[in-house]
């Protein structure tokens, strides 16, 4: 059983303390640790050109990445080995650092449980054994736990945000805490009971991991979605309705207020469609095969209909090494 932390903040600053602290605790019930600075790594930003699907889908390959001159190998790597992850992030401007949001991007499709469950189905279907489709381990039961840390009730977006890592790789995710008025640096480590609520936090996932994941029990900040425990609800306007969903999972519900608690209730129609669940991934990508992804009959028309776009404007560019100031090269 292998626990991995993963800290977006600063170095030794509070969230680096409140992961370390609650790895200690997954150390305790028996896990064995590591621990990573996503700051320490050079990511580049996906660039969405799909070849992970494609060759995921088309080749049934292992969903393989076009980018290959940074750090993001080793981080899939830690994250393919782990059972449990205990992932921290300091709060700006209402969310996790932009980092986070990176790897989380490059973690998309190519790392989605049910698209690389497809894959396997089709492989096995196809005769195709031994290596060259999606790493078996994408496969394992995980549990996550979330700490975010931000100086300020300016934390909207934050624990939504790290949810989106976890989403993708089918993590279960059994405690959220949310720390506000922790600004200064280190300062955390004078809060005792927050560093025990963090150690807890460790132990509870290392725990979880022990027994079948469908017996897990969420103990974290207490949440509206009876699926994901989000407390982020939109609320759409469709007509003469207003349907709600869910920020996170993004299943349909209804809101209502009874003696001044606001409660979500979602039907057992609905439940499945919720994001984290697998049936809800299946659906999703049945909707983009027969929308989005579905060829427009007039596609042969792109090239000329585009033409216009290609050369409006110069864009502005940083400079380059060895160009001269203010000169545009050619592409």
């Known amino acids: 059983m292998k626990v991995l932390g993963i800290s977006c903040g600063r170095r030794m600053s509070n969230t680096e303390i409140l992961v370390k602290e609650a790895l200690m605790g997954a150390e305790e019930a028996g896990a064995e640790v590591a621990f990573l600075r996503l700051q320490d790594f050079d990511l580049k930003p996906c660039t969405g050109c799909n070849s992970c699907v494609i060759d995921l889908f088309e080749r049934l390959g292992p969903g393989r990445c076009v980018i290959k001159n940074d750090d993001f190998p080793v981080i899939d790597e830690a994250m393919m080995e782990c059972d449990g992850l205990i992932l921290g992030a300091p709060i700006y401007e209402k969310s996790p650092p932009g980092l986070l949001k990176v790897l989380t991007d490059r973690m998309g499709p190519s790392h989605d449980q049910g698209f690389r469950l497809i894959t396997k189905k089709r492989r096995e279907e196809a005769g195709l054994t031994g290596p060259g489709g999606p790493d078996e381990r994408s496969f394992k039961p995980r549990a996550a736990s979330l700490i975010a ?61 022990k027994k079948p994941l469908e017996e897990a029990v969420y103990i974290g900040e207490p949440g509206i979605c009876p699926v994901c425990h989000s407390k982020l609800v939109e ?29 979500f209730s979602v039907s057992e129609e609905d ?61």
């Not at 100086?151 to 089918?170: H, R, V």
């Not at 697998?278 to 983009?288: P, W």
């Not at 992804?293 to 000329?304: A, C, Q, T, V």
């Open 235 to 263: 609320v759409r306007h469709e007509g003469d309705i207003y349907p709600c969903i869910c920020g996170i999972c993004g299943v349909r519900g209804t809101l209502s207020i009874k003696d001044g608690k606001v409660s």
């Open 149 to 209: 840390v931000g100086g300020s009730e300016w934390d909207t977006l934050a624990l939504p945000l790290m949810n989106m890592l976890c989403m993708t790789m089918q993590i279960e995710v059994v405690d959220r805490i949310l720390y506000n008025w922790v600004a200064l640096p280190r300062v955390v480590a004078l809060h005792p009971e927050k560093l025990e609520r963090a150690r807890r936090s460790g132990r509870h996932v290392a725990e979880t991991l």
């Open 271 to 331: 439940w499945p469609y919720s994001h984290v669940l697998l049936t809800g991934k299946f659906h999703h990508m049945d909707e983009l095969r027969d929308v989005s992804l579905k060829p427009h009959p007039d596609m042969d028309k792109l090239p000329e209909l585009t033409r216009k776009y290609k050369d409006y404007l110069t864009p502005i560019r940083p400079p380059r090494a060895g160009a001269a100031t203010g000169a545009d090269e050619e592409e």
